[in-house]
């Protein structure tokens, strides 16, 4: 009854005439009120769920910042079309535009549920303030955190704050020269011998080689021998160490998290690459144990040791007064292999193939290290001999310029909450 009353308009006089109806067989029945009123009922609850969808789409949406120029962004989407275009030369494209119409310019690119600033000009001042002066406003987003976890544990790259500093003393404190002198230089040079070794060979049989994969074998040996004192034979074997294998599975399977919208999903089913992805995290944990126990050994029977793992624990007993946890020694080592491992491996793959594109620098080059090593009594370089090569370093400085291994740094600005990405 009081559904007709309140209709007025020529929409509204139908519904009343089907309201009277329905009042009418109301009282034949005494049912059909009640089943109207469950439908407009039923009609609001499918409004509000339509209107909360609408709500949170809406947010999502690409916003634009005030002040800040924006380039190919379009409403709603913002730049996401140029990345789809694009995302086979993602830092490419953006160093396109950071070189071309945007050049010199701080500006924003904008996806659905992101804002994101772009410091491409090489403006020390910025740079400056977000790595140091207030370093504490700039953090590590937590999406990124969430994608990188079980990788990274609570690790250097795993956390903000207090838990960072932490380590990030340690770390100043353990790498000392004399460790890059006396702890890793030997190790590196060691196996540079054994690369050495594989391209004569290599040679001799007149094939080819796949620099980059000797060049990522070679890190991972060095870098593993570093951190955790263990000899994994990445170099001569042709099947890779268990632990090498499972340690790139994981880096290339969080990277997956980056693109799909259902990796939590699919990690609660524990399906497709969520379902490698603990499967190799399982297999890195157990060397690692495995590798920390040998160590604590080790320690135990008064060895006195260079790798990281060791010096970590001594130095945890001598200023913290305290051991460090299994799981506290995982997670710095093998963040010191992530930070170390691959970034050496790109360097040295982009310099060689810039070397081979530049003969004329290659042999002076060549030079350079022959002339050095003529005056040297040993067949290796060893770390002096490496810091009077200007020439070389030089010429890997300006390799690292134009191929950096790491393109882009982004940090989530936590007083407005938005990206911002330093290239
Ligand atoms: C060409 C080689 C390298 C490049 C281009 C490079 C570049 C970088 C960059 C850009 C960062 C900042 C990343 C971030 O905060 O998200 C970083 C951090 C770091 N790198 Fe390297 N790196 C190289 C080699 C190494 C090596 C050999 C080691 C160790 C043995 C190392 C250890 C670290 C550590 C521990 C951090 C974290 C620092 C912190 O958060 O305070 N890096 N590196």
Redesign the pocket.
């Known amino acids: 009854m009081v559904l007709a009353a309140a209709a007025t308009t020529p929409v509204g006089a139908a519904a009343s005439s089907a309201a009277a109806a329905a009042a009418a067989a109301a009282s034949s029945s005494g049912i059909t009120i009640n089943l109207n009123l469950s439908v407009s009922i039923w009609s609001l609850i499918v409004y509000a769920i339509i209107g909360m969808i609408a709500s949170y789409v809406w947010s999502m949406r690409a916003r634009k910042l005030p002040g800040l120029p924006t380039y190919g962004f379009v409403p709603f989407f913002g730049n996401f079309f140029g990345l789809l275009a694009n995302r086979h030369r993602t830092w490419d494209w953006i160093a396109d535009i950071a070189n071309g119409p945007m050049r010199g310019k701080t500006w924003q690119m904008s996806v659905p549920n992101s804002p994101i600033i772009i410091q491409a000009a090489p403006s020390e001042q910025i740079t400056k303030l977000v790595l140091k002066d207030h370093f504490e406003n700039y953090l ?1 987003s937590k999406r990124r955190m969430e994608w990188t976890h079980e990788l990274f544990g609570n690790g ?2 795993g956390s903000n704050g207090k838990e ?1 500093l932490v ?2 003393k340690a ?1 100043s404190n353990i ?1 000392t020269l004399r460790l890059l002198r006396d702890g ?1 230089t030997p190790v590196f040079v060691e196996h540079c011998m054994t690369v050495v070794k594989v391209l004569k060979e290599t040679a001799k049989k007149g094939g080819a080689i796949d620099l980059q994969d000797v060049f990522f074998r070679f890190t991972m040996q060095s ?1 593993c021998q ?1 951190a955790f004192g263990e000899d994994l034979d990445c170099l001569s074997s042709p099947e890779q160490h268990p632990f090498a294998k499972s340690f790139d599975a994981v880096q290339a399977g969080v990277l997956t998290r980056v693109f799909d919208l259902f990796w939590k999903l699919k990690r609660a089913l524990n399906v497709g690459a969520e379902a490698a992805i603990k499967k190799h995290v399982s297999i890195i944990n157990q060397y690692a144990s495995l590798f920390i126990a040998h160590r604590r050994d080790d320690i135990a029977q008064g060895k006195n040791r260079e790798d990281l793992i060791s010096h970590f624990m001594s130095w945890a007993r001598k200023s913290e007064k305290r051991e460090m946890t299994d799981t506290e020694l995982r997670d710095v080592i093998i ?2 292999l992530v ?3 691959d ?2 491996a ?2 040295l793959s982009w310099f060689w193939y810039e070397m081979s594109q530049h003969p004329n620098e290659m042999a002076k080059v060549k030079a350079e290290i022959e002339q050095l090593m003529h005056d040297h009594a040993d067949s290796v370089p060893d770390f002096e001999v490496a810091r009077d090569m200007t020439y070389t370093e030089a010429a890997l400085l300006e390799s ?1 310029r134009l191929h ?3 393109p882009a ?2 940090r989530v600005v936590c007083s407005v909450v938005l990206s911002l990405v330093l290239l």
Do not use: D, H, K, S
């Open positions: 590590v250097i790259f960072w380590q990030r770390a790498f890793m870098f570093i963040n010191f930070a170390g491992r970034t050496t790109v360097a690292l950096p291994p790491v740094e982004g």
